[in-house]
């Protein structure tokens, strides 16, 4: 991640925030992966609120916390160091990365958790799972921005497909660069719930022919007839979560949703339902979700993707923080 992007704004819990309450650890807060317990009970305090860590990429694939971040030491040492999976009394499994902040000598100065699901205060959940491995990729799949099953995409022979019978080497229509080939196609199938729930944008809602189902921090694209925004430009990069109003704009949670990314040489804009939506965007955080193989052969491609001139375009969530946005913007960018 360039250094001029803008940092990962991440809602985190402090360890102080939950604690032992039944098992081995009893009474002890939350730590890293070498002083957990598996079966301990945790519960979050009653008054618990998450609060913000912002973390921006420091040398190669490590993090640091970010200037103007609500919690840490800007500029400390970020480490991801675990996946765990909690079980509440429904039987239903949440998971949450576990980050580890380093203090000027390398010790521990503070552990957060970084919940994927939702986690309720003062409601017990066991530690059934304890995973290192799978840490860097689950923390890269929460930043990937994904197409969900039956989204059809524009190629570039105006055509519309499915998104799960794209091919790689499929040319698509991009706004920029005209017909691009896919390089890579990703694809999950996850639990449909917290971080992981799909925002759905119900057809015709910001021009669209079909409803789109993408992730959360699917930036879409558009061009405004009139600065409907009061953003200083017509044209315009917003987070699919910053759009939801409960009605036109919702997140459907509940089972499961399958994901899929598209990666061109270049972080793209490309058409899906018609409307303008961004491609798979590769840095620091996103990078290992590709198979070993492809990240080495694209290596001197990939650092290309923040360079895109259209980055610039994202829109901060304050300007987006009406209950006509969607409205707003389905005028501004008529037809």
């Known amino acids: ?96 990365l576990v980050l580890v902040e380093l203090d000027t000598e390398g010790c521990v100065a503070a552990v957060y958790l970084h919940p ?11 530690l059934v799972g304890i995973d290192r491995a799978s840490a860097r990729r689950r923390f890269a799949e ?5 197409f ?33 080939p896919v390089r890579w196609i990703g ?36 061009w405004q007839r009139e600065d409907a925004l009061g953003a200083g430009r017509a044209e315009v990069l917003v987070r699919a979560r910053h759009l939801v109003n409960g009605t036109t704009v919702f997140v459907r949670e509940g089972g499961f949703v399958d994901h899929f990314q598209l990666l061109f040489d270049r972080h793209q804009i490309i058409y899906a339902e018609g409307i303008a939506a961004e491609s798979l965007l590769i840095d620091s955080r996103t990078r290992p979700v590709l198979p070993a193989a492809l990240d080495k052969a694209l290596a001197n491609r990939l650092p290309a993707h923040g360079r895109a001139a259209h980055l610039d375009f994202e829109v901060q969530e304050g300007l987006l923080r009406r209950p006509d946005t969607v409205e707003l913007l389905r005028r501004a960018s008529r037809r």
Do not use: K
């Open 142 to 146: 929460l930043g990937c921005v994904s």
């Open 1 to 96: 991640m360039p250094a001029d992007r803008p940092p990962l704004q991440l809602p985190v819990f402090e360890a102080r925030l939950l604690t032992v309450v039944e098992g081995a650890n009893l009474g002890d807060p939350l730590g890293f992966a070498d002083e957990l317990v598996p079966d301990d009970v945790y519960e979050l305090a009653g008054d618990a609120q998450p609060g913000r860590l912002a973390a921006e990429t420091a040398e190669g694939r490590t993090f640091a916390v970010a200037h103007g971040s609500g919690l840490g030491r800007p500029g400390a040492p970020l480490h991801l160091d675990s996946c765990l999976t909690l079980m509440g009394a429904d039987g239903v499994p949440a998971e949450a």
């Open 116 to 126: 994927m699901a939702r986690l309720l205060p003062r409601v017990p959940y066991r």
């Open 187 to 222: 694809q999950s199938t996850l639990r449909a719930t917290g971080a992981f729930a799909p925002i759905v944008i119900t057809a015709g809602a910001l021009h669209n022919t079909g409803d789109l189902v993408v992730s959360p921090d699917h930036r879409l694209f558009v």
């Open 148 to 180: 969900s099953r039956g989204t059809r995409i524009t190629l570039a022979s105006g055509a519309q497909l499915p998104i799960e019978e794209l091919r790689e080497g499929d040319r698509v229509l991009t706004r920029d660069d005209g017909a691009q």
